[in-house]
């Protein structure tokens, strides 16, 4: 049995990766800050296959040294999917507090590149945005942090050619990080988290080289 582990599994796009990966035959290590939805979530996954889920801050060493040592042995898939975007709504990055900056970029940046040194997956995903090619107004925060990730994973796939790291943009979706993107918004004509998880799939399955991809752009390639 392969193991994953998947960070921010309790919600939106990582609850509907691990869903999938765990109708797949995927071993699964799942975490998130709030213990109660994730423990649910570990119940209805249990069903289907071994999971273990640990909550927790991926900010914290000892948290992601707890998920590493949960795995019992190698880590096949990283997700390094769990991400703050800091305050809402967001300020203007000359404004920005830079203690809550930094938070966003221990969160965004530094704990996916510690879990990557940790686990020395064969694949990692790591969830970006478009907001790390665009310079939105107001998005300095996440932005900035997210293209930060985007620049981290094409230097390690250059450094380890013979392993896979993607930098994955899923696309709008209704989860509640795009709610707090837009406090006050309807967003119900986002489309669910569910629809990008086939080019997720696409990308762990398949042998599509190391790069930055968009979730729904993978299988029209």
Do not use: C
Request: charged residues 20%; negative net charge.
């Amino acid at each position: 049995m392969p193991t994953a582990i998947v960070t921010g599994a309790s919600r939106g796009l990582g609850l509907a990766l691990a869903r999938a990966l765990a109708e797949r035959g995927w071993g699964l290590i799942i975490d998130a800050r709030d213990a109660g939805p994730l423990n649910e979530v570990a119940t209805e996954l249990a069903l289907t296959t071994n999971v273990a889920a640990l909550a927790g801050d991926v900010a914290d060493p000892a948290h992601r040294e707890a998920l590493v040592a949960a795995a019992g042995g190698p880590v096949d898939l990283l997700v390094n999917n769990a991400s703050v975007l800091g305050p809402s709504p967001q300020p203007a990055l000359a404004d920005y507090p830079l203690d809550t900056l930094e938070h966003v970029y221990r969160v965004n940046v530094l704990a996916p590149l510690a879990l990557i040194q940790l686990t020395g997956a064969e694949i990692t995903i790591n969830v970006t945005s478009d907001a790390s090619v665009e310079a939105y107004e107001g998005w300095g925060g996440y932005g900035s942090a997210k293209a930060a990730l985007d620049h981290l994973t094409a230097i390690l796939a250059a450094e380890q050619p013979a392993k896979r790291f993607y930098a994955v943009d899923p696309g709008d979706m209704n989860t509640r990080l795009h709610q707090e993107a837009f406090p006050g918004e309807d967003i119900s004509d986002r489309p669910p988290p569910e629809e990008s998880v086939p080019g997720l799939l696409a990308l762990i399955e398949g042998d599509h080289p190391s790069g930055r991809y968009q979730a729904k752009a993978v299988l029209a390639a």
